[in-house]
C-alpha cells in the first residue's frame, strides 16, 4: 500500500515568517493530495488539496507543490499568524484506492 | 447546518466492556469512513463504507466493528478485544467513495478505557 512520510514532526515560526511542510508518498499511481488543518481536540479540516495534473496550487496565504517525478509535495504557508497554530497532516490517495494516506502529523506553532 | 456528528465527545468505559461510538451525516455522501488518532501516529483507517449494507476492514480493523444499515449513520464498535482502545476516534464523509474527493470530518470521541 501507500506509505506517506511527513517533515518536520514539529516547527516553530516567528509571526509573519514562513513556513514549509514536505511530504513524500510511494505509490506513483496516487492521484489526489489533501492537506489538512487540526486544531485541539477537533477533527481536521481541508485547507487545500492538489491534484496530479497539477504542479501548484495557491489560495491566499497558502500554496501547494506537487513534484510528481520525485514524488513528494510542499504545503507553504506565508506571512503566519498565531492563528495558523495547529497540526498539520498531509495525504495521498492511489488512483485505484479507495482509502486516504495519512503522514504523521506537523505541529505547526507561531510564536507572536 | 449540513456535517457530520459524532457523540458522545468523551467516553469512558472499564475494561472488557464493549463500546458503541455514534457517527451521524446529513452531506448525503455514499462513503464514511472511521480513524483512530494516536499522538505521533497520524490518522489510520479501522474500517470504511462505501455504501450502505457494505463495509471493508482498513489497516486496524481488529477489535472492532462497525455496520451501515443506513446511509447517515455508521456507529463504530469497540470490542473488549481491542488491546488499547484508548484513543481519539474520528469518522468521515465523502461524497465519493472512490477516495479522490475531500473528507470531512466530525469533531471527534475521546475514548478512556480503565
Known amino acids: 500500500g501507500e506509505n506517506v512520510e511527513q517533515h518536520p514532526s514539529t516547527l516553530s515560526v516567528q509571526e509573519g515568517d514562513s513556513a514549509v511542510i514536505k511530504c513524500t508518498y510511494s505509490?506513483?499511481?496516487?492521484?489526489?493530495f489533501p492537506w489538512y488543518k487540526q486544531e485541539l481536540g477537533k477533527g481536521p479540516q481541508l485547507i487545500i488539496d492538489?491534484?496530479?495534473?497539477?504542479g501548484e496550487k495557491k489560495d491566499q496565504r497558502i500554496a501547494v507543490t506537487l513534484n510528481k517525478t520525485a514524488k513528494h509535495f510542499s504545503l507553504h504557508i506565508t506571512e503566519t499568524q498565531p492563528e495558523d497554530s495547529a497540526v498539520y497532516f498531509c495525504a495521498a490517495t492511489p488512483f485505484t484506492g479507495n482509502q486516504f494516506y495519512f503522514g504523521t502529523g506537523t505541529s505547526l506553532t507561531v510564536i507572536p | 447546518d449540513g456535517g457530520i456528528t459524532q457523540s458522545p465527545k468523551y467516553l469512558f468505559r472499564k475494561e472488557g466492556q464493549n463500546v458503541t461510538l455514534s457517527c451521524e451525516q446529513n452531506l448525503n455522501h455514499d462513503a464514511m469512513y472511521w480513524y483512530r488518532q494516536d499522538p505521533g501516529q497520524g490518522l489510520r483507517l479501522i474500517y470504511y463504507s462505501q455504501i450502505v449494507n457494505d463495509f471493508q476492514k482498513g489497516d486496524i480493523a481488529e477489535g472492532y466493528s462497525v455496520s451501515r444499515e443506513k446511509k447517515e449513520s455508521f456507529p463504530l464498535t469497540v470490542t473488549s478485544a481491542q488491546k488499547n482502545p484508548t484513543a481519539f476516534y474520528l469518522c468521515?464523509?465523502?461524497?465519493?467513495?472512490?477516495?479522490?474527493?475531500?473528507?470531512?470530518f466530525g469533531p471527534g470521541t475521546r475514548l478512556t478505557v480503565t
Open positions: 468521515a464523509s465523502s461524497i465519493d467513495p472512490g477516495g479522490e474527493y475531500e473528507q470531512y
Open positions: 505509490d506513483s499511481a496516487s492521484n489526489y
Open positions: 492538489i491534484r496530479s495534473n497539477v
